[in-house]
């Protein structure tokens, strides 16, 4: 009987680890102090898949995803209103099924800070 007990201490002790390991794990990162609209709107809906240097994340990876380099030259040289277009409606209409629209989440004013902000990307 005690040897029942001492297995089953041991059993949710080892879940509990377990589950708060993950939890730590799996907390998204917060932005900065002092960032601003646009970053903040980046770490809210977009560091999930594109990471926090716009080069993609362990967690995209996981689920076999390969987002777009946010901080490439090819994405700096893209026009504010194809980046626009693209958050907003999402990637299905050219050709990118993976990236999903926010154009219901997002306000219009809200979108173009965040593209100022994916500008600062491609800039670092």
């Not at 377990?18 to 932005?31: S, V, Y």
């Not at 967690?59 to 209103?81: I, T, Y």
């Amino acid at each position: 009987m005690r040897r029942a007990l001492v297995v089953l201490v041991a059993a949710i002790a080892g879940i509990g680890v377990f589950t708060g390991g993950l939890a730590w794990l799996l907390t998204d990162p917060k932005p900065p102090p002092g960032a601003g609209r646009g970053e903040r709107l980046y770490y809210a809906y977009c560091i999930t898949c594109h990471g926090r240097d716009g080069g993609g994340s362990w967690r995209a990876a996981l689920f076999l995803l390969r987002p777009g380099h946010l901080a490439s030259p090819r994405v700096g040289a893209e026009s504010d209103r194809y980046l626009f277009d693209i958050v907003k409606h999402g990637g299905a209409p050219i050709g990118r099924p993976g990236m999903p629209s926010f154009g219901y989440h997002l306000k219009d004013e809200d979108i173009a800070e965040l593209v100022k902000y994916l500008r600062t990307l491609s800039k670092q």
